[in-house]
């Protein structure tokens, strides 16, 4: 009888292990908490909806020979002030984007307030495949000040 008895779990022990196996699924199944998306990229989308996707579209890509891409762009992941530059004057048509041209002109959005001209060019370069350093709005202050003179 004794032999038989060690071969089965006590009450207590497939109580234990139901427990353990309770906790194991429920960690297993609970979803990983969602990561926090920076304000920049909230604001700067935002902004890009109002301004810009009507010629750079949704996708970032924007339309053949026309309007440039914003997608994996020279101009948009490079240097910043070239971006800030393009953002404030606009662009001329004959703009060459990664050995592209493109023939619609870009108006200059300068009138936009720096926190946006920030939020938006940081949203550009973090987004449609891009991954950069954001924009501050000190920059583009910065930038404003110094193109003023």
């Given at each position: 009888?004794?032999?038989?008895?060690?071969?089965?779990?006590?009450?207590k022990e497939?109580k234990?292990?139901f427990?353990?196996?309770?906790?194991?699924?429920?960690?297993?199944?609970a979803?990983?908490?969602?990561?926090?998306?920076?304000?920049y990229?909230?604001?700067?989308?935002?902004?890009y909806?109002?301004?810009?996707?009507?010629?750079?579209?949704?996708n970032g890509?924007?339309?053949?020979?026309?309007?440039?891409?914003?997608?994996?762009?020279?101009?948009?992941?490079g240097?910043?002030n070239?971006?800030?530059?393009?953002?404030?004057?606009g662009s001329?048509?004959?703009?060459?984007?990664?050995?592209?041209?493109?023939?619609?002109?870009?108006?200059?959005?300068g009138?936009l307030g720096d926190?946006?001209?920030?939020?938006?060019a940081?949203?550009?370069?973090?987004?449609?495949?891009?991954?950069?350093?954001?924009v501050?709005?000190?920059?583009?202050?910065?930038?404003?000040?110094?193109?003023?003179?």
């Amino acid at each position: 009888m004794v032999l038989l008895n060690g071969c089965f779990p006590s009450k207590k022990e497939k109580k234990a292990n139901f427990e353990t196996v309770r906790q194991k699924t429920a960690t297993s199944t609970a979803k990983p908490a969602k990561a926090e998306v920076p304000p920049y990229m909230a604001k700067g989308a935002k902004v890009y909806k109002q301004v810009c996707l009507t010629c750079h579209q949704a996708n970032g890509g924007g339309v053949s020979g026309l309007n440039a891409p914003l997608a994996k762009a020279d101009f948009v992941l490079g240097d910043k002030n070239k971006l800030l530059e393009i953002i404030f004057k606009g662009s001329e048509a004959g703009l060459n984007v990664n050995g592209s041209d493109y023939a619609n002109l870009m108006p200059g959005y300068g009138m936009l307030g720096d926190e946006e001209i920030a939020s938006v060019a940081s949203y550009i370069r973090n987004s449609f495949g891009n991954k950069a350093e954001p924009v501050t709005t000190e920059e583009v202050a910065s930038y404003r000040a110094a193109t003023k003179k």
